[in-house]
T-cell receptor, first 114, second 109 residues
Framework: DTEVTQTPKHLVMGMTNKKSLKCEQH?????MYWYKQKAKKPPELMFV???????INESVPSRFSPECPNSSLLNLHLHALQPEDSALYLC?????????????FGDGTRLSIL | QKEVEQNSGPLSVPEGAIASLNCTYS??????FFWYRQYSGKSPELIMF????GDKEDGRFTAQLNKASQYVSLLIRDSQPSDSATYLC?????????FGAGTRLTVKP
């Protein structure tokens, strides 16, 4: 078990659905991240939040919409996704967005788009 | 040239042997270096991190960093079947972490 909790663990949705992925950490970390990982590939950074403000958006399509309601929570809102968006979505956190601080990952949400 | 390069493997070692995993990075300004272990279908788990040239040891794991050669490695002593996983090298520069493709390690009993 990790200290970064992601829900749901699995999600199947159609291309017209709207759903949200949730991430929570209670380590007092002020930086939170969303990654996308396809099978047999490394994680790819999507978004970075620092002190609840979006600091990095790696040119992610607008059908993915991040939200950071408070320092412990991070959401990823999904709408009109495509089959190629099927992947493992990982949330991570670190104390701050400093280069020397390691990121700790949640267990991920495995997303399948029908 | 990829930013972070690893041999994809698979690397196979017998139980009890030393497993040596290697990683090179292209940006000389990279600041910190991490090794993550990822079991199939699971999330990456932090194993080691290193910031300065030299060796850093933690139990059976040793991370080695050579910034002049832009090279970081992970040694696993007394390898166990439970060490069988994909090992991801990650490099941070300016708060941006980039992963290598990972090396798949198999430890045979």
């Amino acid at each position: 078990d990790t200290e970064v909790t992601q829900t749901p663990k699995h999600l199947v949705m159609g291309m017209t659905n709207k759903k949200s992925l949730k991430c929570e950490q209670h380590m007092g970390h002020r930086a939170m991240y969303w990654y996308k990982q396809k099978a047999k590939k490394p994680p790819e950074l999507m978004f970075v939040y620092s002190y609840e403000k979006l600091s990095i958006n790696e040119s992610v399509p607008s059908r993915f919409s991040p939200e950071c309601p408070n320092s412990s929570l991070l959401n990823l809102h999904l709408h009109a996704l495509q089959p190629e968006d099927s992947a493992l979505y990982l949330c991570a956190s670190s104390q701050e967005t400093r280069s020397y601080q390691p990121q700790h990952f949640g267990d991920g949400t495995r997303l399948s788009i029908l | 040239q990829k930013e972070v390069e690893q041999n994809s493997g698979p690397l196979s070692v017998p139980e009890g042997a030393i497993a040596s995993l290697n990683c090179t990075y292209s940006d000389r300004g990279s600041q910190s270096f991490f090794w993550y272990r990822q079991y199939s279908g699971k999330s990456p788990e932090l194993i080691m991190f290193i910031y300065s040239n030299g060796d850093k040891e933690d139990g059976r794991f040793t991370a080695q960093l050579n910034k002049a050669s832009q090279y970081v490695s992970l040694l696993i002593r007394d390898s166990q079947p439970s060490d069988s996983a994909t090992y991801l090298c990650a490099v941070i520069k300016n708060n941006d972490m980039r992963f290598g493709a990972g090396t798949r390690l198999t430890v045979k009993p």
